[in-house]
């Protein structure tokens, strides 16, 4: 009932850029909080960024400064401009939205991802 469909990801040199959009569709009354996560092989999923309705955001240590998480609500979707890559910024990105619908007369609210696309940085 509720699709993210992210893209953007790609093969890149070190300091290159790459810009993620990740589009939410499906049966939506709103969005609530956006980010982005990603997991490296054999690491645990990490918090990348993340963007509330009202715009305010949230990013790791790791990729302050060189990275920006942006929405569009009338778009449903979020983006995330990543500069000054380095090969540890390599993983599987995730779209993460927390979602309210309307269904059988009430309001629910879930968390849904999107599939994953691959960043890939090479040094």
């Known amino acids: 009932q509720v699709q993210l469909v992210e893209s953007g990801g790609g093969l890149v040199q070190a300091g290159g850029s790459l810009r993620l959009s990740c589009a939410a569709s499906?049966?939506?009354?709103?969005?609530?909080?956006m980010g982005w996560y990603r997991q490296a092989p054999a690491k645990q999923r990490e918090l990348v960024a993340s963007?509330?309705?009202?715009?305010?955001?949230n990013y790791a240590d790791s990729v302050k400064g060189r990275f920006t998480i942006s929405r569009d609500n009338a778009k449903k979707t979020v983006y995330l401009q990543m500069n000054s890559l380095k090969p540890e910024d390599t993983a599987v990105y995730h779209c993460?939205?927390?979602?309210?619908?309307?269904?059988?007369?009430?309001?629910?609210?879930?968390?849904?991802w999107g599939q994953g696309t691959q960043v890939t940085v090479s040094s």
């Open positions: 993460n939205a927390d979602v309210t619908r309307y269904s059988a007369g009430r309001f629910h609210t879930d968390d849904y």
């Open positions: 963007i509330t309705n009202g715009g305010r955001t």
């Open positions: 499906g049966s939506i009354s709103s969005i609530n909080d």
